[in-house]
């Protein structure tokens, strides 16, 4: 069974970045990788995700040209720089996989616990 655990997240200013981290143990995963997050009283909703095999990524609009998800195969490890925050980028990010490279959270079968990230304006 795959186990998932993000870090990275923090409190930084408007305009700053960060980068989270996944890492997974117990068993590598070559399907997709992706990233959602659920701000305070909102819907989680999907950020980003990589397909494992060849890189290919997708985003959502709203972070498109901030948000740059990547991977690290050596280190079953994946990222999410985030530049250029905005205080509605304020949420719990986690990290998700799964098999196909769609924005649903349905077609994701396995969750890290999670990372908060807090953006002051």
């Known amino acids: 069974q795959v186990q998932l655990v993000e870090s990275g997240g923090g409190l930084v200013q408007a305009g700053g970045s960060l980068r989270l981290s996944c890492t997974a143990s117990g068993r590598s995963w070559n399907g997709v990788w992706a990233w959602f997050r659920r701000a305070p009283g909102k819907e989680r909703e999907f950020v980003a995700a990589?397909?494992?095999?060849?890189?290919?990524?997708v985003n959502t609009d709203s972070v498109k040209g901030r948000f740059t998800i990547s991977k690290d195969n050596a280190k079953n490890t994946l990222y999410l720089q985030m530049n250029n925050l905005k205080p509605e980028d304020t949420a719990i990010y986690y990290c998700?996989?799964?098999?196909?490279?769609?924005?649903?959270?349905?077609?994701?079968?396995?969750w890290g616990q999670g990372t908060q990230v807090i953006v002051s304006s």
């Open positions: 990589i397909r494992w095999s060849n890189g290919v990524t």
């Open positions: 998700a996989v799964g098999t196909v490279l769609l924005s649903g959270a349905e077609y994701y079968d396995i």
